[in-house]
């Protein structure tokens, strides 16, 4: 009955109501930290008790320290497993079939890694729905400024009673299924799908209100293909795969034309000095840590996900405020020479200003504005007026200055 009431509790039906709870408590992660501690709880004496609902199988085991063989589950042939085999408990058949492909094997030696005669319990879930109800808190491993990360496969555990003290002697694997990019819950409008995946586990230890986050310490890519994808980790809990998905769900039609900009635009403003700043900065970032520590996933630009990105944000905010006053004072001194203060009209002062704050906006670098909503808002309009203003800034200067100067 207990594993029942969480399948229920976990139907997708309830999903908008589990995304407001969990907006102050932890939610669905406390329900499966109930579930693992019911199953840890449960008397099994030498023998395997299945527990299958709808959305929740559960299975508990007992295993010897002298084991040679390793441990599965679900069981390969579990559409097979009948009444006689285990001590099974069946609540509905529909549950046997979306177990296809997703199992979690444990090596024998993580069993021989106990004290001798140890009598070690194996309780394991698999959840059918959890991936679509969990929060998207991730640590900081995972985190951009310009992506989410959601399950996009099931949830599967295994957890060891009484609790493994010591390092694995190799890690364990999990194979799961990919959930089609259709039958994904996400708000289409502000995300893209990409095939950026990720080895995961759900990492209580990090303090959040969710009781915990989603981690890839210590889990890696062992393999994948377009349906399924298989992952390593040094450690057990609750595993998935994370799939990422790129913040503003731009065509493909405005993002060649955003780098057609780009590109022509800076290639006839950028050169010499510039390019050799640039990458000098690459060498040394990638030499250090690598070309991850670099690069952006989406494209050539510096990583959010760590230190890096200070480098440019901290020297370009003191550099935009200074600017800012520099520029707000030119304007200001335009305003009151002599000649503008006692001949020129309000309107006509109002013109001054704003060819001036036109003349100035370029070399002040103001119009990198723009690379601020960007960080607030990643709109197509703001994207095509930071294109355009920062790649044609070495043209414009040009004409401004020296084609049409009276001078």
């Known amino acids: 009955e207990f594993v029942r009431t969480g399948s229920n509790l976990i139907e997708l039906k309830n999903r908008d109501r589990w995304i407001d709870i969990q907006q102050t408590q932890p939610g669905t992660t406390e329900l499966t930290q109930l579930l693992d501690r019911y199953g840890s ?43 006689s085999d285990t001590n099974l408990v069946l609540q509905t058949n529909a549950s046997r079939k979306w177990l ?24 394991s879930f ?3 729905t959890l991936n679509e109800l969990l929060p998207d808190q991730v640590d900081q491993t995972l985190r951009s400024n310009m992506s989410r990360w959601i399950p996009q496969t099931v949830i599967i555990s295994t957890s060891l009673y009484p609790p493994l003290d010591k390092t694995l002697f190799e890690p ?29 586990f759900w990492n209580y230890s990090i303090r959040t209100i969710h009781a915990g986050a989603w981690s890839n310490q210590g889990c890696r890519t062992k393999a994948s293909n377009t349906t399924h994808i298989t992952c390593q980790c040094d450690h057990l809990t609750n595993f998935a795969v994370l799939l990422r998905l790129s913040e503003g769900n731009i065509s493909e039609a405005v993002q060649l034309s955003l780098e057609i900009i780009t590109y022509a635009g800076c290639g006839m403003s950028v050169a010499g000095i510039p390019g050799l700043i640039a990458g000098l900065t690459a060498a040394i970032t990638c030499g250090v840590g690598g070309i991850e520590h670099y690069l952006n996933s989406q494209g050539c630009w510096l ?36 000649k503008v203060s006692q001949e020129s009209g309000d309107l006509q002062k109002t013109k001054i200003a704003l060819r001036g704050l036109c003349i100035l906006a370029p070399i002040l670098g103001l119009t990198w504005i723009f690379g601020c909503l960007l960080m607030i808002s990643d709109n197509v309009v703001n994207q095509y007026l930071f294109a355009i203003t920062n790649s044609v800034q070495g043209i414009y200067i040009f004409f401004v200055y020296c084609v049409f100067s009276q001078k």
């Open 303 to 338: 990583s959010a996900t760590n230190w890096v990105i200070l480098a440019f944000i901290i020297p370009f905010a003191v550099i935009f405020v200074t600017n800012i006053i520099f520029c707000g004072l030119a304007i200001h001194t335009m305003l009151n020479t002599h």
């Open 100 to 123: 296809a492909g997703n199992y979690i094997n444990l090596p024998p030696t993580v069993f021989q890694s106990y004290d001798i005669s140890t009598k070690v319990k194996v309780v």
């Open 172 to 200: 364990i694997d999990y194979t799961l299924q990919k959930v089609s990019r259709d039958e994904l819950l996400y708000n289409r409008e502000l995300f893209r799908y990409t095939e950026d995946f990720n080895c995961t």
């Open 126 to 128: 698999i959840y059918k």
């Open 41 to 83: 709880l449960a008397g099994v004496d030498n023998e395997t008790v299945i527990v299958a609902a709808d959305n929740i199988v559960m299975e508990i085991s007992t295993y010897s320290t002298e084991t040679e063989q390793s441990y599965r589950f679900p069981v390969e042939n579990f559409n097979q497993v009948t009444q």
